[in-house]
C-alpha cells in the first residue's frame, strides 16, 4: 500500500518533470520557505527533494521563482500573522508574473478556518494543502500546471499514512534532522497541533536506523531525532521497541557523531529513557523538557500530566545520572486563569532548576483548543509585565550559568566560520554555542574548546591541542 503510494508519487514528479522541459526553455526556480519548528524544516527537506527531482532549481530570491512555496506554522497567532503578511507581499510578484504559481501548506493550511480564508481572501494562492500529505504534493502541482485550476486540499491532514523514500534535499548535511513520530496524542489544553498533525504515528524502527546509517556514512555528526512528543516513540508499533531503545540502536551505529532529540514531554520522560542518555556515549548532554508552567494547578488546566513537585523530581534524577546535563525549558506565561501566584512559583521552579536556556511565550489563543473557551480575565499588559519579569529572572541565570563555563573545556563540532567575525562556530554537546578561532579545515570536526568568555548565549574560546 505504502509502496504504491510512493510509486503514484514518483510517477507525477516524472510527469511534471516532462511539462517543465517542454514549457521553460531554461531551468525554472523554486522557493521554498519555512516558519514554525524543526519538524517543519524537516518536512520542507522532502518539498525541496521533490521539486528538485522535478526539474526546479532551488532559490532564495521571490523575483526570479517560477514556484514559490510558504510551509507555515500555526503554533501562535504570531506565527500565521507573519504568513499571511509574507503571502500578501507576494500580490504584486502575481500581479507582474500571472504565470508565477503560490502554494501554502503546512499547520495553519491543515485548519479549515485558515483554508477557508485562504480561498476566500488570497485568490492568488494556486495550491493549499495541510500536513502530512506532503506526498500528494506532486499530483496537486500536477493537476495545477495542466489544469490552472486552483486546489486547497487539507484531507490528509489527519491521514495515518506514512510514506518512506520520499526524495529529499537535506539543508545541511553535517547536522541532520531525522523524523522518527508525527503527531501527538496529548491535548494540552492551550495546542493547536494535535489538531493539524493528527495522532501520534511513530515510523518502522529498521527505517530510522538505515536512515541514520546513511546519514553518518554520508557525513553527518549531529543527528536530531525528531518528533511533536518524541519520547513517546514506538507505542502502537507493536514491535516492542521504544524510545529508549531506538537511542541504544543509534548509538551503536559505528562513527563519531552526536545524538539529539526533541521534543521530549515530561510524563514520558521515563527512568529508562534517563538511563539511555546516560549510557550512551553519543546522546548530547542536552534534554529540552517543555515545563509550561510551575503551578501545579495551571499545569492541571493544561492536562500536561504532571506536578511542579514531579517535574522537579524528575530534574534531580535527571542530574544525578548526568550532572553536567544542560536542560532547557518553554514557558507559557498568561495561560487562562493564571494569577500572579500561579506566576510566582513558575519563576520560582525556574531558579530553582536553573535552566541554560528558556523559550517564553505569551499565551496564545487557538482556535478550537479547550482553552480557547477558558476565561482569560488577565490584560495583555499585565502578561507583558509577567513576561518581562520572567526573562529578566531568566537572564540573571542564564549569565551566571555562561560565567561558570569559563575555564572549561568543552567539545564542540565546528560548523563554519562567522561571516563578520571570521571565527569558527558550532555547538558544544550540551547545545549551547560555541566561537573560536581556528583554521576554517576544521569545519567538520570535532574540536575542544577552553572557555574564556560569553556574550549573551554565547560561549567565547580557543583551541585546545
Ligand atoms: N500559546 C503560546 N505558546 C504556545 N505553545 C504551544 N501552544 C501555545 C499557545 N497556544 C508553546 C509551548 C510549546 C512551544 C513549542 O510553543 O510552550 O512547548
Ligand atoms: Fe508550528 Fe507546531 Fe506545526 Fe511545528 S508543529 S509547524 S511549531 S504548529
Not at 537572564?395 to 561558570?404: A, G, H, R, V, Y
Request: hydrophobic share 35%; aromatic share 8%.
Amino acid at each position: 500500500m505504502e509502496n504504491s503510494t510512493l510509486n503514484k508519487t514518483l510517477d507525477y514528479i516524472d510527469r511534471i518533470h516532462e511539462i517543465l522541459l517542454q514549457r521553460y526553455d531554461i531551468q525554472p526556480k523554486a522557493l521554498v520557505r519555512t516558519f514554525g519548528c524543526q519538524q517543519n524544516v524537516s518536512d520542507s527537506e522532502y518539498i525541496k527533494g521533490m521539486l528538485e527531482k522535478m526539474g526546479y532549481d532551488l532559490t532564495d530570491d521571490a523575483g526570479e521563482a517560477e514556484l514559490i512555496i510558504y510551509n507555515t506554522c500555526a503554533v501562535r497567532e504570531h506565527a500565521e500573522d507573519r504568513a499571511f503578511g509574507n503571502i500578501g507581499a507576494l500580490k504584486p510578484y502575481k500581479e507582474k508574473r500571472p504565470e508565477l504559481i503560490i502554494a501554502m501548506c503546512g499547520c495553519m493550511v491543515s485548519q479549515p478556518a485558515v483554508a477557508e480564508r485562504i480561498k476566500k481572501s488570497y485568490p492568488y494562492v494556486n495550491i493549499a494543502f495541510g500536513t502530512n500529505m506532503l506526498e500528494k504534493f506532486p499530483q496537486m502541482l500536477y493537476e495545477y500546471l495542466r489544469t490552472r485550476k486552483r486546489i486547497v486540499d487539507t484531507s490528509g491532514a489527519h491521514e495515518n499514512a506514512l510514506v518512506e523514500g520520499l526524495p529529499r534535499r537535506r539543508d545541511n548535511t553535517l547536522r541532520a534532522w531525522l523524523p522518527i513520530m508525527y503527531g501527538c496524542n496529548n491535548f494540552c489544553t492551550y495546542c493547536v497541533v494535535p489538531l493539524v498533525r493528527g495522532r501520534e504515528r511513530s515510523r518502522d524502527y529498521r527505517a530510522v536506523v538505515a536512515e541514520a546509517e546513511e546519514l553518518v556514512a554520508s557525513g553527518a555528526k549531529d543527528i536530531t531525532l525528531l518528533g511533536q512528543n518524541v519520547n513517546s516513540y514506538g507505542k502502537g508499533n507493536g514491535d516492542g521497541v521504544f524510545f529508549p531503545d531506538i537511542l541504544r540502536m543509534i548509538n551503536d551505529i559505528k562513527g563519531d557523531f552526536r545524538i539529539r532529540f526533541m521534543t521530549s514531554h515530561p510524563k514520558d520522560c521515563s527512568d529508562e529513557l534517563l538511563r539511555a542518555m546516560s549510557e550512551c556515549k553519543k546522546v548530547a548532554g542536552h534534554l529540552h523538557l517543555p515545563l509550561q508552567s510551575g503551578s501545579s494547578r495551571i499545569l492541571k488546566a493544561m492536562n500536561r500530566h504532571y506536578t511542579r513537585e514531579e517535574y522537579l523530581r524528575l530534574v534531580d534524577k535527571a542530574r544525578r545520572l548526568m550532572p553536567d546535563i544542560s536542560l532547557t525549558s518553554d514557558i507559557i506565561v498568561g495561560f487562562p486563569g493564571e494569577e500572579y501566584e500561579d506566576f510566582l512559583q513558575t519563576v520560582d521552579i525556574i531558579k530553582r532548576v536553573r535552566f541554560s536556556m528558556l523559550f517564553t511565550f505569551i499565551y496564545s489563543k487557538r482556535g478550537n483548543t479547550p482553552a480557547a473557551r477558558m476565561e482569560d480575565r488577565i490584560s495583555d499588559e499585565e502578561k507583558s509585565r509577567w513576561f518581562e519579569e520572567l526573562l529578566h529572572e531568566q537572564e540573571t541565570i542564564s549569565d551566571e550559568i555562561m560565567e561558570s563555563f569559563k575555564g572549561r573545556e568543552v567539545r564542540v563540532l565546528c560548523e563554519g566560520v562567522k561571516p563578520k567575525s571570521g571565527l569558527l562556530y558550532g555547538r558544544a554537546d550540551n547545545n549551547m554555542s560555541v566561537t573560536f578561532s581556528g583554521d576554517k579545515s576544521l569545519i567538520g570536526e570535532f574540536v575542544n574548546v577552553k572557555i574564556d568568555d560569553f556574550n549573551h548565549t554565547v560561549l567565547k574560546g580557543g583551541l585546545v591541542n
